[in-house]
């Protein structure tokens, strides 16, 4: 059983910064893909940030030059910092990992259950 956990949302003024962290614990072979999506009330899931195993990395058009995504995969964690919040990056953030649980399986995706952030003065 893979899991994906989450911490480091909360509360933040405009312009302030968090870090989130997302580490992948129980029985598996390796990860591929790591990365960050997010959702805000009445919109759909999308994609923010991910990299994969050799630290390549892709971001949304929105958090370009704010976001920066990276992981230590001897610790199976990856993190976001987000800088110079705004409001419209509020949302429930979700980690998701490629996940190959044995060596002779495909690559399965794997979803975290969110953090909240919440950008507001």
């Known amino acids: 059983q893979v899991q994906l956990v989450e911490s480091g949302g909360g509360l933040v003024q405009p312009g302030g910064s968090l870090r989130l962290s997302c580490a992948a614990s129980g029985t598996f072979f390796s990860i591929n893909d790591m990365g960050w999506y997010r959702q805000a009330p009445g919109k759909q899931r999308e994609s923010v940030a991910r990299i994969n195993s050799n630290g390549t990395t892709t971001y949304a058009d929105p958090v370009k030059g704010r976001f920066t995504v990276s992981r230590d995969n001897a610790q199976n964690t990856v993190y976001l910092q987000m800088n110079s919040l705004r409001p419209e990056d509020a949302a429930v953030y979700y980690c998701?990992?490629?996940?190959?649980?044995?060596?002779?399986?495909?690559?399965?995706?794997?979803w975290g259950r969110g953090t909240q952030v919440t950008v507001s003065s």
């Open positions: 998701y990992a490629e996940v190959r649980v044995r060596a002779d399986w495909f690559f399965r995706g794997y």
